[in-house]
């Protein structure tokens, strides 16, 4: 029973790399987001997928772009990262009654 | 512009004590959400609840709900230590429907002391 599923646990990036977090979940949800969380801030959603083939911006969606592959997976990609992104990035996907189930987290340090 | 407030931000008890953290927020909404994170670890789901004057309870933790309040308490009867975390709430700004953008507080990081 795996749930939501994030990859990777950790990252490094120089400013300016480019990468993509990769989420999948198993559980038949539609609804699947991503967030970030800093220190002090709470979660802060980025991106939501309300369904397959669409998605929507979220509160703090600049420098980030997303792709709903499919309807278990939902991928959030920097295309230049900044020392701002720094963060620790949850995937997460919702049943009905908007009770998100999250994924471990990826922690991403850009230099 | 959904604002959630939590208050308090930090909250040392000891154990066998009872408190409550409080989570307001600033526009319609009867459906509203309590998370607990362990450190360096994800989210749980808690409580949802999802009408005025819901009540839910799990072990030493109840939540309640007034939406004319605009108001959610989440009370700790007699803290151990398994309860240190950090506890979220998160509201729905919609009230319903299907996209369910959660909009968190910033959380209340609770220490429960021997």
């Known amino acids: 029973n795996a749930g939501v599923t994030q990859t990777p646990k950790f990252q490094v990036l120089k400013t300016g790399q480019s990468m993509t977090l990769q989420c999948a979940q198993d559980m038949n949800h539609n609804s699947m987001y991503w967030y970030r969380q800093d220190p002090g801030m709470g979660l802060r959603l980025i991106y939501y997928s309300a369904s397959e083939g669409t998605t929507d911006k979220g509160e703090v969606p600049n420098g980030y772009n997303v792709s709903r592959l499919n309807k278990r997976e939902f991928s959030l990609r920097l295309e230049s990262a900044a020392p701002s992104q720094t963060s620790v990035y949850f995937c997460a996907s919702t049943e009905a009654y908007g009770k998100l189930f999250f994924g471990s987290g990826t922690q991403l340090s850009v230099l | 512009e959904l604002k959630v407030e939590q208050n308090p931000l930090f909250l040392s008890m000891q154990e066998g004590k009872n408190y409550t953290i409080y989570c307001n927020y600033s526009t319609t909404s009867d459906r509203l959400y309590w998370y607990r994170q362990d450190p360096g670890k994800s989210l749980e789901s808690l409580f949802v609840?999802?009408?005025?004057?819901a009540v839910k309870q799990e072990g030493r933790l109840m939540a309640s709900l007034d939406t004319k309040a605009r108001l959610s308490t989440l009370h700790i009867t007699a803290a151990v230590h398994d309860l240190s975390a950090t506890y979220f709430c998160?509201?729905?700004?919609?009230?319903?429907?299907?996209?369910?953008?959660?909009?968190f507080g910033k959380g209340t990081l609770l220490t429960v002391n021997p």
């Open positions: 609840l999802l009408s005025n004057g």
């Open positions: 998160a509201v729905d700004p919609k009230g319903g429907g299907s996209n369910y953008k959660l909009t």
